[in-house]
């Protein structure tokens, strides 16, 4: 549902964003950086809750339409950008936690220490869990491909175009006068 004439996102629908992105990339910094894992672990199944919420506000909440000076192959390329992150937001911390959970070396998976979290059902050391090790590991990449291609996208709406498309998301930056 968007409002008649809105020209944003909803503020839940922003919010989320902009948490979910931060964590990821803390995440992928925090990997590259050689942090701890457990951390690693607590920020993939926190990332993981707000894509589900994200998932569900967005099936009720349409998106506000992209300015009319978009053209089609771009309007094509952010739709199919969105629905992968979409999905990867998703299946990277799952992949992550059957890895976790059918990992060979038997580690409690918490949440910032403060409780455990169930395996699933992954065998120790068996196929799903290195079918998920190798999802996760090449999928992490390509989500770091993905958000340069996205920020990257972002900023040529910005200041090259001088369209309105990072207002829709980030409403502090003015839509251009016109």
Known sequence: MVRAGRS??????ITLHWV????????????L?????????????????????RWAWRLGHRPPPLPASVRSWEKGLAHALHWT??????????????????????????WFGLFDIPF????????????SHEFHEIMGLAMIGLIALHIAGALK?????????????????????G
Request: charged letters at 10%; glycine letters at 10%; zero cysteines.
């Open 8 to 13: 944003t996102y909803s503020s839940v629908a």
């Open 20 to 31: 979910i992105g931060l964590l990821i990339i803390a995440n992928i910094a925090l990997v």
């Open 33 to 53: 950086a050689g942090g701890p894992m457990t951390w690693h672990k607590s920020i993939g199944i926190t990332v993981l809750v707000l894509s589900l919420l």
């Open 85 to 110: 992150f979409y999905l990867l937001i998703v299946l990277i911390p799952l992949s992550g936690w059957a890895m976790s959970s059918g990992s060979p070396k038997v580690r409690p998976l918490q």
């Open 120 to 131: 699933l059902p992954v065998e120790r050391g068996g196929a799903l869990y290195a079918a």
């Open 157 to 177: 709406h910005q200041l090259i175009d001088g369209d309105a498309t990072m207002h829709r998301i980030l409403p502090i930056v003015s839509p251009p006068k």
